[in-house]
């Protein structure tokens, strides 16, 4: 009766029901945009077996990739990061702060420390800087330092300074992929193994130096002033500071058995060379003190004949001066005063007085 003409009113609108079918329909996934890794980052790599795994990564990225292999590593390489950099980066890898506060700093010596998981090895960085010729300004030898972070599954190397780029070294070392599989030691070794070949190298040509200003400083020609030699001497102590310091840190890994055994045979080696590169500085220096005292005792030497000179010189005069002083004196009676000639006899008397008496000192050497 009463609901005969009476229509169905749905209990949801239509256009509400559209709107939870919409939300149950499944969402297209949006692409995240890759994260780029700081101006400083140098490269970022995950290797596996000895391979660099394709494709560039964030660095935090490829600390999760490494984590999820089994015997899988990252090699991130830094060239003078900030504070902010490393910061992050050491919430990344779980290092501790003064680590990566140290790693940031440049100027340090080299060392190694391990504190809990992680070793920081530091060593310096030598370049030869080509020049003409040797200058009171020169400078022969460039160094910076480099610092590398060895854990379980990373490997972080920080460098400051232009030299000792670490590019050739990650290149030499992909192309050897048994020695990579080793893990994260296998670069520190690498890297130890490029600035011991930086040091030998530098030493080859400060040799050359050396060999071209011991030349000089002996010729009569145009000996070398002694601000020149100096400079080199400074540069060689610099050099020092380089590469002498790094026995101690090295024979510690050796000791302490922190390294592979696998890779200790490489670190021996490593170590005879090192001795070598020391041993040849320590010749330098040797050679430069000698140079110096050499140069020193001619300018000494050269002085005195100088003194000579002026001596023989200052002799010649005063007998001219006596003569001249004798008969400058007016006394009422002098012989010489009236004789016709006297006054030509007295230059005569001069001027043979000054020759014997050069003669006599050129004869022996003052002259």
């Known amino acids: 009766m009463f609901g005969r003409g009476r229509r169905e009113v749905p209990l949801i609108p239509r256009t509400f029901g559209r709107l939870i079918e919409g939300l149950n329909r499944p969402r297209r996934a949006i692409p995240q945009a890759r994260r780029e890794n700081p101006d400083a980052v140098v490269d970022c790599a995950v290797y596996h077996d000895g391979t660099r795994r394709p494709g560039p990564v964030h660095y935090a990225d490829a600390a999760r990739r490494a984590h999820r292999q089994r015997d899988a590593f990252v090699w991130l390489g830094l060239h003078e990061p900030d504070e902010a950099t490393m910061a992050d980066i050491a919430r990344v890898f779980g290092l501790h702060e003064l680590t ?138 610099e050099f020092k500071r380089a590469v002498i310091p790094l026995q101690e840190p090295l024979q510690r890994l050796l000791d302490r058995g922190v390294v592979p055994a696998e890779l200790q045979p490489y670190l021996i080696d490593l170590r005879g060379r090192l001795a070598r590169a020391v041993d040849r500085v320590a010749g330098f220096d040797d050679l430069l003190n000698s140079i110096l005292q050499a140069r020193l005792a001619q300018v000494s030497v050269d002085q005195n004949n100088d003194m000579r000179k002026i001596a023989s010189w200052a002799a010649i005069a005063a007998v001219q001066t006596a003569i001249a002083g004798v008969y400058g004196m007016n006394f009422e009676y002098m012989p010489e005063l009236q004789w016709r000639y006297g006054y030509l006899g007295a230059l005569l008397l001069m001027a043979t007085a000054a020759v014997l008496l050069h003669r006599r000192l050129k004869k022996a050497g003052w002259l």
């Open 100 to 237: 990566a506060e140290q790693a940031a700093a440049a100027g340090h010596r080299p060392a190694a420390e391990t504190l809990g998981d992680v070793t920081r090895l530091v060593l310096r960085t030598a370049r030869y800087v080509e020049h003409q010729e040797l200058t009171a300004t020169s400078e022969v030898v460039d160094t910076g330092d480099v610092t590398v972070l060895i854990g379980p599954r990373f490997v972080i190397t920080v460098r400051h300074g232009a030299a000792g780029a670490l590019k050739p070294v990650r290149e030499e070392l992909e192309q050897r992929p048994a020695l990579l599989a080793q893990g994260p030691w296998a670069v520190a070794y690498a890297v130890c193994s490029r600035m011991v070949d930086l040091y030998l190298d530098v030493a080859g040509h400060v040799e050359h130096d050396l060999e071209a200003l011991e030349e000089v400083a002996f010729s009569a020609s145009k000996p070398p002033d002694i601000a020149h030699i100096y400079q080199l001497k400074r540069e060689m102590v």
